[in-house]
């Protein structure tokens, strides 16, 4: 008995230690505590409402993620692109009405609309774990991420090294043939070049304007002008031009809209156009999609915007995230859901940001320019 008690008794009494030593832990962690607290009121919430991209594969990472983490909090989620529903968002808020805890859109058109009518909260007042924003987790430190003027409150976790300038279907059209942006304007390729159009907010302005950083304005009017491109706001009728070879060279196409195609079975062949041949050599930079996020304030359900806010900057959901939409995290860590070796965040380089504020201003010139031209009807 003695004998038997003797470890007994000891393992008992390391057992104790271990659990006092884990609540003292527990009660040097604050942050602990407000995530319990906040936790709670979430639940007697009961809802959490977020807008995010259209594409089922961003529904389904939104969704599954969030009920994996809180089965017992319902989400509500309405896909739609940040051109589509904003403005339902700010007529809403004209109206006294707050429907609405998180947005998941573009830099443009969300920065132009939500912050000057105040609509938007600062991101930090939602964070609770403090391993979201500790720089050592963010390729480029975790402010690096904004991407509103003001830098507080719109926030990109994701991010590719470089830009595609579009798609090329290589069943139709040779790597001999075309392989840098200077080939755009062999005669051989008159007609059978399509944008989505330059003059609407997304991919196709934002990787116009990378293209004329390298080739100056007037190269891309006589791009426009000269080869007779076909422009289309129809992300399918794009993807089906490219694919059947109609229009094998697509500039502008997000990769959520052809991703979709290529699932089916469709267009293995395409070829993203990435790269110094694409865009010239300008330094390092990243560029964001239509996953950056924000949260409202007056959201009508705050503590578990907050919950959504944490959930979607952890590791785990930023892994989740890039795995299902084929594309690369800031969240160091992570591994690239992106096939394409040139996408990848490398954490020991700096960076510069090609979707924020400052950039889409840019874009916005720009487009003012192309308007000029009349080419696009």
């Known amino acids: 008995m003695t004998e038997r008690g003797g470890p007994l008794r000891l393992g008992i009494v390391l057992g104790a230690l271990v659990l006092l030593a884990a609540g003292a832990a527990v009660a040097q962690e604050p942050w602990r505590q407000e995530w319990t607290k906040t936790l709670d009121a979430a639940r007697k919430e009961g809802v959490v409402a977020v807008s995010g991209p259209p594409g089922p594969s961003e529904r389904e990472a939104v969704v599954t993620g969030w009920q994996k983490a809180f089965p017992d909090i319902r989400i509500e989620y309405t896909g739609a692109r940040g051109t589509q529903i904003l403005?339902?968002?700010?007529?809403?808020?004209?109206?006294?009405l707050y429907n609405w805890d998180i947005v998941i859109a573009s830099t443009d058109p969300t920065v132009f609309m939500l912050p000057p009518i105040n609509a938007l909260a600062p991101l930090r007042d939602a964070l609770i774990d403090p391993a979201v924003s500790d720089d050592k987790e963010w390729v480029g430190g975790f402010d690096q991420g904004f991407v509103d003027a003001?830098?507080?409150?719109?926030y990109s976790a994701t991010g590719s090294a470089g830009m595609s300038l579009g798609y090329v279907n290589r069943d139709c059209v040779s790597r001999e043939a075309f392989s840098k942006s200077d080939d755009l304007l062999k005669p051989e390729f008159k007609g059978k070049i399509a944008s989505h159009d330059p003059l609407l907010p997304g991919s196709g302005s934002r990787s116009t304007?990378?293209?004329?950083?390298?080739?100056?304005d007037a190269w891309l009017k006589d791009l426009y002008t000269g080869q007779d491109v076909t422009f289309s706001r129809d992300y399918r009728q794009l993807t089906e031009w490219l694919v059947g070879c109609g229009k094998p060279i697509v500039i502008g196409l997000p990769s959520d809209a052809f991703l979709q195609m290529q699932k089916a079975g469709l267009g293995k062949n395409v070829e993203a156009l990435t790269g110094p041949a694409y865009f010239g050599d300008h330094g390092l930079g990243w560029?964001?999609?239509?996953?950056?996020i924000g949260w409202y304030n007056n959201a009508p359900h705050q503590n578990a915007a907050k919950l959504f806010i944490n959930l979607y900057l952890s590791r785990d959901f930023q892994q989740l995230w890039a795995s299902s939409n084929h594309t690369d995290s800031r969240r160091i860590g992570t591994k690239p859901g992106d096939p394409d070796p040139n996408t990848g965040l490398n954490p020991k380089l700096i960076y510069a940001a090609w979707g924020d504020e400052a950039s889409i201003r840019q874009v916005k010139a720009l487009q003012e320019k192309i308007m000029g031209w009349g080419v696009v009807q």
């Open 87 to 96: 403005s339902k968002v700010v007529r809403e808020r004209e109206s006294g």
């Open 209 to 216: 304007w990378r293209l004329t950083v390298d080739k100056g």
């Open 150 to 154: 003001a830098r507080k409150f719109f």
């Open 287 to 292: 560029a964001g999609a239509n996953d950056d």
